[in-house]
Structure formats: C-alpha cells, structure tokens
C-alpha cells in the first residue's frame, strides 16, 4: 500500500473514524480517543465609532479558544497520565500536542495543535453494578492557542491501531471500593458512585501587545463523592455519622483514607485506582418509601474528599 494518500482521497470529504492524542516528548502518541469536542476558535466583534455620520467601525478583538473536551479509556500512555497527576497534586504544567483526526481507513487527515495548554478538569465516570458500559474518563484541556492544520503531506496507516485495540480491551466496567474503619462486608455492598469531578481555576490574564489571552492555572477543587449502600447494611455509615457530625468530633484525625479499584469485564484484572485521601460524612439520605415499589432500597452516603491520586495501568 503507497504511503501517501492519492491526490483525488485528499480532496474527498470524510467521516473521522477515530482520533490520535500527541504531546510533545520521545514517544509523542499516547493514545486514542473515543471523542473529541469543543476547541474552537472564537472572537468578538468590537465597534468603535467614527466621525459624525453615524457609522460604526468593527474589527475582531483577541482570539479565544475554547477549552478541548476528551473521552478516553485507561490504556493512554504515561506522559498523559503525569500530565493529569502533577494537576491533581496543585503543580500545573504546560504541554503542547496535536489532536490528529484519521479516516476509517486509519489515515491521518486533519490536526489541531494546542500550545501551552493546562488541564481544567478530569471527570470520572459513575459507576454501577448494574451497567455493563465501559467507563471512560472525560478530560477538558485549555490551551492558550490553537492551530490547524491539513494533512497533505506523507501519511501512512494509523501506529496507534494497537493502542486502539487496547481501548477496547482495557477499559473499566466493575469496581470495589475500601473505606478505612469501614468492614469490607458493609463496602461490598455499595453498588453505584456518581461521576465526580476535579477541578483546575483557569485564570484569563490579558497582555498587552498579544492577540490571545494567556492563561494561568488557579486553586485545585475536589469533589463530593456521592455513593449507594444497601439500606440493610447502612449501620456502620450511621455510626460514622453519629461520631463525626452528631458528636461534633470531626477533628483531622477522625478523617478517613480509601480507594476506589477499577476492574475490567473478568472482576479479575485491576485498570486503575483512586486513592481518597481527607473523607469526611456530611450526609446519608435515604430512599423514598413507596408501598408500589418492587426495587431494592438504598441510602445514598455524601463524602467530601480533600485529595485524591490516581493510577492506572496504561
């Protein structure tokens, strides 16, 4: 097969098949994702009035760019995931890459490329006993600049077909999850977490002489994890509760570390972990009670979490 796509290919519309993370470093292709949104490119009309007949004067202000929203299962490779952790741990940093878009046939076709670009927000998905979806995380990116660029030029079939199939494979589908003080009987029942967010402020700083707005990174917010328990195995929750709010003793050390383990389609094989540091109860709320209802009832546990780390096997 030639290397390159033929000339009438190029100029033929096309449907993206899939799409191909890069970030600047030796191994540049970390991944693929299974979507890509936003990333536009935007500016305001400004209108500055001239003479005294009445007309106005517009031209465009200061690009802007808006932030890049990406799905992706946990194979990606480990430049993206330090890339997440050091803004977890309050310690941005900067990364350009290039978000290639490739044909069915696995060409590349188009890449947008995102210079000094922060990370605002990591998503986890929910999680549910009951579902059998694969779990994927959602990642916005803020760059301060965006290009594009058409791909014209040499091309061959996509190097990330592997990591492709890896996707497809590695991707988390079950969970356990450990809180300390708690019996591993009363965490094995808890059998849905809501999607949970982290956060990075991104701060607009506008300069002078620029045409696009530099971007710093802000103070780092973690989540309220919602999570379900059966209600018959809700007690020890209760007993959390009636120490830490109801005695008012909610001191540091009354805090309590866990985790959360992603397991794949087997229940054998770990994807990943989240570590949860700083839990603290502020809330259990408990089903409505309907005589109609043929479900089983559950009480819903709010924590507030301080930090939190990840791993996942890439």
Sequence with gaps: MADQLEPSKKARAYVTGRFELQLDGPNPTVGILHSVDGGQFKSEAIGEKVGGDGLVTRYPGRQKFEDITIQCGTSMGPQFWD????????????????????????????????????????????????????????????????????????????????????????????????????????????????AFSVKQAIIDNPSGGLLFTRREAGRVEFPTLSLYVVETYVQPFMDWWEEFVGKGNHTHDKERNGSITYLDGTLKKEVGSINLQGMGITGITFDKHDGHSEGIRNAKIDLYVESLDFKFTG
């Excluded at 741990?89 to 878009?101: E, F, V, Y």
């Excluded at 965006?146 to 969970?175: H, V």
């Design 83 to 194: 890339w997440l952790r050091d803004s977890i741990q309050n310690k941005p940093s900067r990364r350009n890459g290039d978000i290639i878009a490739l044909d069915f046939d696995g060409c590349r076709r188009s890449r947008r490329r995102f210079m000094d670009a922060l990370i605002s927000e990591i998503q986890f998905p929910a999680l549910d006993a009951k579902s059998k979806e694969p779990k994927r995380l959602t990642i916005k990116i803020a760059p301060e600049q965006l290009k594009y660029f058409p791909e014209t030029g040499p091309t061959s079939k996509n190097p990330g077909d592997i990591s492709m199939q890896a996707q497809k494979r590695q991707t988390a589908e079950n969970f356990v999850m450990h809180i300390d003080g708690l019996s591993d009987d009363a965490t094995r029942r808890i059998n849905k977490i809501d």
